[in-house]
């Protein structure tokens, strides 16, 4: 009798992970298919034997230029900071139990945004001082949400108020930058405030990739920790975790992904706040969702930036997009939450 | 500037120094933060009496952010450039936007509680603000016109705004006024409302109204300047208590006070140019918010 019952559950178990391992094989893929496009397209299109010569070294007038100088820093450029925002956004969602507490609505990018917004138009420093001060400026919000929440009445909903009335405030020092601001900064500026891959160059996107590369993997590995953790302080107490440790180290790295993909191209709106979601209801639950949600991100930051690239007659950028999309599914969401009283 | 300039220049119209100059240029704009001011007061106060909700304000709420995307709608697609055109388009964002956020913030069991409601228009604001973005990065002769605006500012002011301002503003601040004794009756609850003698549908939906149209019609001359409602409402109530008749005018006076003392404030801070009054009030109001979020009922979130 309890052998049948184990091999029933080892099988669902094993169903289960089929499945996962299907849909995170095919998000991957369709992550490269756009991966691809991205290189392929543009005011010329290139056959993807050249593309290819092009990426092993071979200097092709032309294709050399456009796909090497332009093209390959976009598609590496949208291929990280989704992944980034993906995964970042899904850790919050996930350890504070509700899809609303995301960096977008808590504010932690608009944080990370006046930051950088304040390094390019006051100090005109270097890409590593912007990234420096968005991460920092990332860190700040989330202790200062962190300790104004705290606190012997501690609740979600306080906690995501209080990211709203950050994010105000925030709001208003980002308007005072675009103010006080040079006119000649300014369009470039309102460009990068909307999320755009336009500009990104190879040497610009390092600490954003060297970021990724670490903290990625990190983040996959604690994905067991991350479930344990969302089933409630005491059992994962009881199950034998370092809950505290577990927590800082969770948090931090998801900070410094948004934060570095954030001075990079700018805060994409919604990207951090629909992988978490759709992975959900792709996956489902009983393995880590943070490698699907990490695929997810890459798969809506390059899909929007090609619709914001040749779907319209003007060229938008990939965050009007995505903003365009996440913004009614927020809403969206917030309609299916109050209908069964979750608020 | 000193106070002989300003005599000066108020009650000698023939006087043509600088000063006078100066003087006759700041007096408008005086006056018309006075009455925004005023009018945002009044509209918070009314708007939190409504949906019974302490954090309601019009730009908490998303109000002010529909009447922008109409007003920018109009500038790109119609070639709307008077201020008697921005009001009509702005009042109607308003209140499409009004309603579809209260409709979203009330629903399920609960009704509205501070936190569904403020979400509702986070999530608006954030919907129409994109919309806003996408209709203004193409069309840059927009974006000229509308960057200024739509950091809500009274520096655009001049006699005629007052003049096209003051029949919204009278009326709102007067239904308003008529009103707040039924207010506050309907502050008690349906029940007790219907009981003592008030129709309880009629007044939210006038009041409402009232609130919308006198935020809407701010937001087309000044642009959307957030928190006022929000700031002096809750000042009002910590010093006179919850009664209406008493918080309603008095909304309107600290309303104008606050918002005039930020124009200035803005232009002294940001001397020799100038902040925008909207900056100010956002970065003094949004704090508010927090601190009124870390007071709440954990129950009446």
Redesign the interface.
């Known amino acids: 009798m309890i052998n049948s019952s184990t091999i029933l559950i080892k099988q669902g178990r094993q169903r289960r992970f089929r499945k996962w391992l299907v849909i995170n094989i095919l998000l991957a893929a369709l992550a490269v298919a756009l991966c691809m496009a991205m290189l392929l397209l543009g005011n010329t299109i290139y056959p993807i034997s050249e593309v290819f010569q092009v990426l092993m070294g071979e200097r092709i007038p032309g294709a050399y230029f456009a796909v090497n100088t332009i093209r390959l820093p976009r598609m590496m450029a949208g291929l990280f900071a989704g992944l980034a925002f993906g995964m970042g956004g899904h850790i919050f969602q996930t350890m504070l139990r509700n899809p ?1 507490a995301n960096p977008d ?1 808590l504010g932690i990018t608009t944080g990370s945004s006046a930051a950088a917004l304040f390094s390019i138009l006051i100090f005109q420093t270097s890409n590593t001082v912007v990234s420096l001060a968005s991460v920092i400026a990332g860190l700040v919000t989330v202790l200062l949400i962190y300790l ?2 705290s ?1 012997s ?1 501690f ?1 979600i ?2 906690l ?3 990211g ?3 994010q ?2 925030l ?3 980002i ?2 930058l ?3 601001g040079s006119q000649q900064d300014l369009p470039a500026a ?2 990068w405030l ?1 999320g755009s891959l336009n500009g990104a160059k190879m040497e610009t996107l390092l600490p954003l990739i060297c970021t990724v590369v670490i903290f990625a993997p990190l983040l996959i590995v604690l994905g067991k920790q991350l479930d344990i953790l969302e089933l409630g302080e005491e059992s994962a107490l009881s199950l034998g975790l370092s809950t505290n440790k577990i927590r800082l180290i969770l948090i931090l790295s998801a900070v410094l992904m948004i934060a570095f993909a954030t001075a990079t191209t700018g805060p994409i ?2 990207v951090a706040f629909l992988s978490g979601p759709i992975a959900k209801r792709l996956v489902g639950t009983g393995f880590s969702n943070v490698l699907p949600a990490g695929l997810i991100g890459i798969n809506l930051v390059l899909g929007a930036d090609l619709i914001g690239q040749f779907a319209f007659e ?1 060229r ?2 990939v965050g ?1 997009i995505t ?2 999309v ?3 599914y ?2 969206y969401l ?2 299916r939450m ?4 979750y ?1 | 500037m000193t106070l002989d300039d300003l005599m000066a220049g108020l009650f000698l119209s023939s006087s043509d120094s600088y000063a006078a100059a100066v003087v006759s240029e700041r007096v408008p704009r005086t006056v018309f933060s006075l009455l925004c001011g005023g009018a945002l007061g009044v509209s918070g106060a009314l708007m939190q009496a409504v949906t019974r909700n302490p ?1 309601a304000d019009p ?2 709420l998303g109000v002010n952010t529909g009447a922008s995307l109409f007003v920018v709608i109009g500038i790109a697609f119609f070639n709307i450039s008077t201020a008697g055109q921005y009001i009509w388009l702005s009042i109607v964002g308003a209140i499409i936007t009004a309603i579809i956020v209260y409709g ?2 009330s ?4 009704g509205n ?4 409601l ?3 228009g ?3 604001s ?2 129409l ?3 806003i ?2 209709i203004m ?2 069309r840059s002769f927009v ?1 000229d016109q509308f ?1 200024f605006w ?2 809500g500012s009274v520096g655009a002011a001049n006699w005629d705004f007052i003049a096209i301002f003051l029949p919204f503003l009278v009326s709102g601040i007067l239904l308003a006024f008529i009103m707040a004794p039924s207010l506050n009756a309907l502050l008690l609850g349906d029940e007790i409302a219907t009981g003592q003698g008030v129709r309880t549908g009629l007044l939210t939906l006038v009041s409402a109204f009232t609130g919308v149209i006198l935020c809407g019609a701010v937001t087309a001359l000044a642009g959307p300047i ?2 006022i409602g929000l700031l002096a409402t809750h000042l009002m109530r910590l010093i006179f208590g919850p009664d209406l008749r008493l918080i309603i005018p008095m909304s309107a006076i600290s309303g104008a006070s606050i918002l005039t003392i930020a124009d200035v404030l803005g232009r002294l801070i ?1 001397s020799p ?1 100038e ?2 009054a ?3 009030t ?2 003094i ?3 508010v ?2 601190l009124l ?2 007071k ?3 129950r009446s ?1």
């Open positions: 609303l609505v104004l929440s606190g009445h609740s909903g306080r995501i108020l209080i709203i009335g950050i105000a405030a709001s208003a020092v308007s005072y675009l103010m006080v309102l460009r909307s709106a919604f003007v938008y950028p009007i903003g365009l996440g913004a009614p927020l809403l917030l309609i109050n209908r069964k009283g608020l | 954090l730009s908490i979203i913030g629903m399920g069991r609960t509680t501070p936190l569904k403020v979400l509702a986070a999530a608006t954030a919907i603000s994109s919309l973005s996408a990065l193409p974006m960057r739509q950091v957030g928190f940001g140019g902040v925008e909207g900056i100010i956002a970065f109001g949004a704090p918010l927090i979020a870390t709440l009922k954990v979130l």
